[in-house]
């Protein structure tokens, strides 16, 4: 099936292109892609199968598990309660969560969650997956640990357990569990078909996750105390977790969000519109500034890249996110391929969400080629 559905402005007739392209080969089983410019969708398009088995068509409304791009909008979560004056970024995570100063954390600050840099990027073992999908418990595991460096010097991607960290600070201050305070507070009011939590009844709308090819990362050469060990082994998933009821409804804040392209970057808007979706303003502008001041930048200790961090989103690293636009663009990439970025200084959005997927933590080539098209068309 190589039939594109949706509207698009004829500039982007390129990406259309690439798009078919890689249904026709087989490259893509299924997917969506959204471009909003100045926050009015220029691109909503979608295609392909939503099985493996190709029986059904990928639709308007399909849902799929966008793995990290959930972070995004475990960061919009914070960011609202930063605008609002309920969490300074700079004051230490302990002064809402008391119970996160155990184990000498007291000291880690908002902001070293937000751009990886809290020390705490894992959980201690023994971890399986099904206990951090026990969220409150397992978030509580986290406050209780020591961190494995010291807060701030250095990132170390959270892989798994960002949005449990986020979820520790927003339920502390709300009283609010993650998946509910986005769904009252950004899914909601934005229209955005997005879920860290899906009720039983949306099942039938999700695309099951065609799990990467064996995964290339080689880890023997490092320390078992080093970070990168502790966090990829605890605890190791396979893409097929997603495939349950279980993983769905937990609504796991670093990785288990169900959402497609328009809705990823629908939230996202909220960066590249400086706080402002369709006329509605949610975040003051220079809230969203604080996402791109003071970064963290260096060799990120669990990914082993050079990486530059804003407050809750990847920034442009010449060295390893080149193909990201230069300016003030926040992005980040979802495990298999899935991307989305937010252009402040444009004004454009990106997402592109599929099922099929590759290797690697970071955009794909598909990926690469599709953002390359979008601003070859601006």
């Given at each position: 099936?190589?039939?594109?559905?949706?509207?698009?402005?004829?500039?982007?007739?390129?990406?259309?292109?690439?798009?078919?392209?890689?249904?026709?080969?087989?490259?893509?089983?299924?997917?969506?892609?959204?471009?909003?410019?100045?926050?009015?969708?220029?691109?909503d398009?979608?295609?392909?199968w939503?099985?493996?088995a190709?029986?059904?068509?990928?639709?308007?409304?399909?849902?799929?598990?966008?793995?990290?791009?959930?972070?995004?909008?475990?960061?919009?979560?914070?960011?609202?309660l930063?605008?609002?004056?309920l969490?300074?970024?700079?004051?230490?995570?302990?002064?809402?969560?008391?119970?996160?100063?155990?184990?000498?954390?007291?000291?880690?600050?908002v902001?070293?969650?937000?751009?990886?840099?809290s020390?705490?990027?894992?959980?201690?073992?023994?971890?399986?997956p099904?206990?951090?999908?026990?969220?409150?418990?397992?978030?509580?595991?986290?406050?209780?640990?020591?961190?494995?460096?010291?807060?701030?010097?250095?990132?170390?991607?959270?892989?798994l357990?960002?949005?449990?960290?986020?979820?520790?600070?927003?339920?502390a201050?709300?009283?609010?569990s993650?998946?509910a305070?986005?769904?009252?507070?950004?899914?909601?009011?934005?229209?955005?078909?997005f879920?860290?939590?899906?009720?039983?009844?949306?099942?039938?709308?999700?695309?099951?996750?065609?799990?990467?090819?064996?995964?290339?990362?080689?880890?023997?050469?490092?320390?078992?105390?080093?970070?990168?060990?502790?966090?990829?082994?605890?605890?190791?998933?396979?893409?097929?977790?997603?495939?349950?009821?279980?993983?769905?409804?937990?609504?796991?804040g670093?990785a288990?969000?169900?959402?497609?392209?328009?809705?990823?970057a629908?939230?996202?808007?909220?960066?590249?519109?400086?706080?402002?979706?369709?006329?509605?303003?949610?975040?003051?502008?220079?809230?969203?500034?604080?996402?791109?001041?003071?970064p963290?930048?260096?060799?990120?200790?669990?990914?082993g890249?050079p990486?530059?961090?804003?407050?809750?989103w990847?920034?442009?690293?010449?060295l390893?996110?080149?193909?990201?636009?230069?300016?003030?663009?926040?992005?980040?990439?979802?495990?298999?391929?899935?991307?989305?970025?937010?252009?402040?200084?444009?004004?454009?959005?990106?997402?592109?969400?599929?099922?099929?997927?590759?290797?690697?933590?970071?955009?794909?080539e598909?990926g690469?080629?599709?953002?390359?098209?979008?601003?070859?068309?601006?």
């Amino acid at each position: 099936m190589t039939t594109v559905q949706g509207e698009a402005d004829e500039r982007f007739a390129g990406l259309i292109g690439a798009f078919r392209s890689n249904l026709a080969d087989g490259q893509e089983l299924g997917g969506s892609l959204c471009v909003l410019v100045d926050g009015r969708p220029a691109v909503d398009v979608w295609g392909g199968w939503s099985d493996a088995a190709r029986t059904a068509p990928w639709g308007r409304d399909t849902l799929t598990n966008v793995w990290s791009l959930s972070k995004t909008v475990s960061s919009l979560a914070l960011l609202l309660l930063i605008d609002r004056g309920l969490v300074d970024p700079d004051a230490p995570v302990a002064t809402y969560w008391p119970e996160f100063a155990a184990a000498g954390k007291q000291d880690v600050l908002v902001r070293h969650v937000m751009t990886h840099s809290s020390g705490v990027s894992g959980w201690d073992q023994p971890v399986t997956p099904d206990d951090i999908l026990a969220v409150d418990a397992a978030t509580d595991r986290l406050a209780a640990q020591a961190p494995w460096w010291p807060a701030g010097a250095a990132s170390g991607y959270h892989l798994l357990d960002y949005g449990h960290l986020v979820h520790g600070i927003v339920r502390a201050v709300t009283g609010l569990s993650l998946g509910a305070f986005v769904a009252d507070e950004l899914a909601g009011p934005l229209g955005a078909d997005f879920w860290l939590g899906l009720p039983a009844a949306e099942d039938a709308r999700v695309s099951p996750v065609v799990p990467p090819p064996p995964s290339r990362l080689d880890l023997s050469a490092l320390p078992p105390e080093s970070p990168a060990v502790r966090t990829f082994a605890g605890p190791v998933l396979g893409a097929e977790i997603t495939w349950t009821r279980a993983w769905r409804a937990a609504g796991v804040g670093g990785a288990g969000g169900q959402g497609n392209a328009r809705s990823v970057a629908r939230l996202n808007a909220l960066v590249s519109g400086r706080g402002v979706v369709d006329g509605k303003r949610m975040l003051s502008a220079e809230t969203v500034d604080r996402v791109f001041a003071a970064p963290i930048e260096g060799t990120d200790l669990v990914l082993g890249l050079p990486l530059r961090w804003g407050l809750g989103w990847g920034l442009r690293h010449e060295l390893s996110t080149a193909y990201i636009p230069e300016g003030r663009v926040a992005f980040w990439g979802g495990w298999g391929g899935s991307l989305v970025t937010a252009d402040v200084d444009r004004g454009v959005t990106f997402a592109y969400v599929m099922n099929r997927m590759s290797d690697g933590i970071l955009a794909s080539e598909r990926g690469r080629t599709y953002l390359r098209a979008v601003y070859d068309a601006l």
